[in-house]
């Protein structure tokens, strides 16, 4: 049968397409051998159909950036349902018979912007942009099909979106209002929301294509070495089986297991979604799901199901899968591949095997058409699966009364990662009124170990028990707890972490049988912790006398960045002739480079060349020029030139004719190094101890300290956090005119220029660097941006033609800067009343392999924080280790300094039994400081000493569950820097005002706010301003847009070039009567005044000051004892802005750092391996916070009345402040775990709880050990 469709018998292969026909946006395209099988969609949407709305940033699914929405038939039913999907892993052959919509396809400038776009603009829910368009797709896909979400859908729909800006709060609040159940002011308030329906359901308004019905048939497509197949009958699917030999092949479900493991490439790829037999849900005595159902159709079918006798337990499992992965996942990622998966990596902690195996169900496998054999799950594992197909799962029907099902799985973040450790416990009693155990319960886990599936023993000893007799649970934990022996898997959670963890959910289990049966305090051990609807509030007031400036308004690009028209660095369109390039970086972390091999490399089809140090053609290898800029004490190679510094050094570029290309080359270039390479120094205090010459001593204070009453010595040790900003290092280098072009991802345009000129041999006027826009930098684009432009300079120049370099995530995790670690051994000695008398701190900062751009000098300026420094005697080293070279990421120096004297603060109150707000209160300066008024502001707002008494109430009634609260007053001491300028242009054709200014917009409302203040100056309104990009000629000399002063500087420099502008104006109009505006533009350029003006932003500048920054922050958090999970239950959060320049703006930054603060102290975990390779080098393994990881309850207040005479136009600034409260979260989890170390029979001391409190360290301070687990 299948022979016809391969054998050139044409007669029978009338139904047998030879490409993939599918929609985009209307639109019916084809898409054959042009492409890779491994080709995806989000790259045929950007490089070959130019839609760049669609973006790309981790390739694993996570991070939702290419989130488009496809509307697929279901094989069976036949009905099309939308859903959103990750571009990133779909390969576009995969879609045949999709319609897909790209964010162009929803809503743009031409046909009117969709209400999923303006709502995000309008709502203010959008800073770099870069995430907008996948956040804008997903709200579309819940809102297709006429469904209508209620909030908290809505609210768990985003797991598989990451904002790094924003801090998720307004997106939330944005979609929430458009739900079904959003009060109905809400709602009547969303942008357009009555023009949903306006939306045509099939094509979308905006898109006038039609809809084409296109046939599920068989496709074969000879793809050079490979081939892609489309069967769609399992007939088919066998004869292809029969077809290919003994030729590689895999299976093509959802490909979403692409994100998780990467595979090899293979000769035959079979894309078997569309087989009806296997999507197939019926129900007789078993109910049986098709194996190629989705996730999110198998949870909708099981749920269904559940209200069948004897199938109740579904529900649970149905729970369970919702929360798997994340929406876009699980629309089309499959059980089958889930378990195939588990299969070929048993260490996987499939969910979705743990839960089947803990109900018994079996597999049915297709060996031929009509053939099946059954096997159980564990058999599985070691089935032989070659040419054959997994059919369906078999889910037995358990008796509803009898039956008890719990299961568990505990993630690194609420949402969106694998487990640390999943559990399922199925039993079954003899009645439905006793507590016996009828037969063998089910106790099944994964993440343990590969091998390791039921826990045997302790199934065994339950048989014929009582389960909830103290006696017989107490045996059953002993047994678990010794039986549970997990293995080592990095990165990840330890050994005793999982084991503690895997009993602890055990015991849940068991305290949840009945609640009346366990001891009072014991019972909400039981539950999870569940989330509220999250909620917000924001309160500031305006002054509407200096409108459109303090206008709360939101960015001037906003919508334009909801619809994917705005442009990044990759989004700017190929140049005839265009290359690629990619790095090539060490494996290790030492040693000396012999020379290269790129025998292999030569061999990918594009591969043009490989350039290493040896080509620089003796120009100087160095990014960092320490004789241009005196932040440089480090001369850093472009290309090691021998001597590696650290794993993820580059040594050279890859340049080929496609990206593709470039980077499968990289891979196989082979660095050949000296044998014996010294083991890499990863650790500050390994260096301390051994190698002297590492160390830089910043200051030396060997006196010792007076005599106190009391004293407390500590360690208090942070680590790095990478930057993740969603748009990777990105360079584009274009060989023009005896010169250069260069458009980098830069937050330095300056460095860029000079680098590049320095690289290619030519003066810097022959360089240009242009930047639009950056999609986020955070201090991570500082620097770093120059080694990516100088080495594609090199290209360019070799080649004479433009050549791009953007890197991929895991080459951007390696390559970069992640955040001084610091070490900080002190002691302090403080009278009877907490006061300091002396602190003494010997502060040793890992830098990496540089000393560039070190933060020790600022963290000495700010480490006072609200408090004195008298009599403070800190000894700061530097310690070079081999790591990339550490950079001045968000908030660097004082987010370690202001967090060290809360450190001390609390550690003072715990040794005198205080509170730690009257210690602060007590070493707290007095002079000029608004605190103490603040402080009561916020505590009388958020109810803190009643909450206060509830948590210590709620702490005494709950073992396992504890809630902690604190409070983090906070001075932060702005000082001016830098060198900025802006150029305001009035056209004298309309009257319209252009803005170019020397800055780089990333994110932080820059061109909105000097929008507003060129709008305030000139009288104008904010439509007739535009910002235009910023480039090296008009922003000559400018310094680098870091450091929180950017947009008051800009704002300052365009106040000053605006003045300059009505200064010449004015006797102008003096000369007329009462003159509109355009009249008196075009009267000033009849008479040759200059209508362009620069001014000019520096630390001298005479009418703006050093300031300080008041903020205050309330933490309230709960944490699960027996897991290690966490939820912040509200946050109080008050900042002194002064007069906001725009207070929208100034919220979202606020929010949006905080919330990057939150990921360095609870979950952003860096480790490396022992050849010094950094081991969580992406987001697989690497966790920011997601959407449900924000608080609860966030309230954000800025401070009233208090515009700041010092500062610009009465502002001050906001990009960094709040970072450093986000330590107020660690420190009210210490406090949630005091009370746990109490209560587990530790002392009631102060303990180092390691930085960053990921659950398994939360776990660890927790004190708490299987022993304690009782019923009553
Ligand atoms: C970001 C992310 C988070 C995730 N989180 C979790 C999590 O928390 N818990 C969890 O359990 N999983 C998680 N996963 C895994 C996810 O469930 C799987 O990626 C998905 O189910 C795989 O299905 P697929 O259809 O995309 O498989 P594919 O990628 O298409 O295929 C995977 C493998 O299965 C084979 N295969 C597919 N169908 C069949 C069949 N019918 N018969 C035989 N072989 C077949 C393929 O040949 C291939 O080898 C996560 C994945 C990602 C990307
Ligand atoms: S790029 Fe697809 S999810 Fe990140
Ligand atoms: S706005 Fe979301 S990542 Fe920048």
Redesign the pocket.
Known sequence: MWNYLFSGDTSQETNMASEVTLSINGKSITVGNEVLATTTLSSYLRENLKLTGTKVNCN???CGACIVVAKIEHPVSKTKETFSI?SC?VPILNCHGWEIKTIEGVGNRKDDYHPVQKQLAEKNATQCGFCSPGFAMNMFSLLADEKKPTMQQVEDAFG?NICRCTGYRSILEAYKAMASDAPALTRRQCADIEDLEKFCSKSGKPCSGECKKVKAQPIKIKLGAENWRKVVTTTELFAAFAEIGEDSY???????????YR?QSVVHYID??DIPD?RQVSASENFKLG??S??TEAARALRTQASTAGFKYLNEIASHWE????LP??N???????????R?HPE??????TLLEAVGAQLQ?LTGVDKRETVSLPGFLNYS?KK????SVLFPALDDATHRLRTF?V?PRTQ????YV?AAFLVRLSSATSWDVAEKPRIVF?GIRASFIHATATENLLVSKNILDPVVASQAISVLNSEVRPDEVLPGAGVDYRRKLAVGLFYKFLLGLDPNQVDPRYKSGAEVLTRELSSAKQDFETNESVFPLNQPIGKVEALAQCAGEIEYIDDIPTRPGELHAAFVLTKQATGAIVKYNTDEAAKVPGYLNFYSAADLDGVPNSFTPIDVYSSFLDDEEIFCSKEVKYAGQPVGIVVAETRAAAVQAAELVVIEYETNAPKPVLDVMEVIKMTRDRVVVVEKNDESPPKSANTVKGIFEIGHQYPLYMENLSSIVVPHDGGYDVYPSTQWMDLDQNVVARTVGVPANKVTVYVKRIGGGFGGKQSRSSMVSAACALAAKKHNRAVRLVLPLTTNMEVTSKRFGQRNEYEVGFDNAGKIEYVTMHVIQDSGCSRNESPMGIFVAFFESCYGSEGYKIQPQEVLTNKASNGPIRGPGPIEGIAFHDEIMERIAKHLKKDPLEVKLVNMQKLDSPLPNLINEIKSKAEYDKRKQEVEAYNQMNRWKKRGLAITPMRYPFMLWNHLTSTVSIYQGDGSVSIAHGGIEMGQGLNTKITQVAAHILKLPIDQISVKTSNSITGANNGISGGSIISEGVSYATMKACQTLLDRLEPVRATMENPTWLQLIREAYNRNVNLSAQGLFSKDVPDVKNYNIWCVCISEVEVDVLTGERQIRRVDLLEDVGQSLSPLIDIGQIEGAFIMGLGYWLSEELTFDEAGRLRENRL?NYVPPGPKDIPVDFRVYLRRNAPNPLGVLGSKTTGEPAICLSVNVWFALRNALEAARVDAGGPNDYFDMKQPATLEHIHESSLTEPMQFKLK
């Open positions: 694993e699914g996570i990750n892993l598989g895999k299976l093509v479900a959802g490909n979403t297991s692409e994100g998780v595979s078997i979604k296997l194996a190629s989705t996730l929360n798997i992965a994340n996942i699980r089309i990622g499959t059980i089958a591949g889930n378990l195939s998966m588990k070929e996987f902690a499939s969910d979705v095997f496998i699966i054959r197909v997994l059919e799985h993630l969106s990662s694998v487990s999943n994964g697989w």
